[in-house]
């Protein structure tokens, strides 16, 4: 059985950034905490970020993860919106990068295909099947849930990536 290790998933938005701790052991997972990290939509722009980069900060802080999973951003029709939400997932992306954590990026749809078996499966499905995995899990939001459910896709294809980029090692 391998080590154990502490992996934090990270849902990033400008309003609420849903977080996830787990820790997966071989092919056990286990709850750890999650929440959501939340900025102010009354105060400028550059203060939000601010404000997500300290929550984000506090919990890696407080929970001391090896490493860390995002979720890609989903396209959205809106172009300021997308920025907008571009700017909060560089947050999330750099936070754990400042602290020396590896960062690893998913996409919605394989976080979906991994944790439900089906890529375009909706919030409530996602859920239901973080109910099942993480029966302790405590997601008081759908926010949180994503976020544990980025973080179990990442203990799931973490081996393949190890294993991906030693062969991109040798051959370079």
Request: charged content about 25%; overall charge positive.
């Amino acid at each position: 059985m391998s080590d154990p290790i502490r992996i934090l998933g990270l849902d990033p938005g400008l309003r609420k950034t849903g977080w996830g701790l787990i820790v997966s052991e071989g092919t056990k997972l286990s709850f750890i905490a999650c929440g959501v990290v939340e900025s102010d939509e009354k105060q400028p722009l550059a203060d939000r970020l601010r404000q997500l980069h300290e929550g984000i900060a506090s919990v890696i802080a407080r929970h001391q993860p090896q490493e860390v999973a995002v979720e890609e951003t989903f396209v959205n029709r809106d172009p300021q919106s997308a920025l907008k939400l571009g700017q909060a997932r560089g947050i999330a992306l750099v936070v754990p990068a400042l602290a020396g954590l590896d960062v690893a990026e998913y996409a919605a749809n394989l976080v979906k295909k991994t944790v439900v078996g089906v890529g375009h499966a909706d919030k409530k499905q996602v859920q239901a099947m973080i109910r099942v995995l993480l029966p302790r899990a405590e997601t008081r939001s759908a926010d949180a849930a994503d976020a544990l459910a980025v973080a179990i896709c990442h203990a799931q294809h973490r081996g393949a990536r190890a294993l991906l980029a030693q062969y991109q090692l040798r051959k370079a």
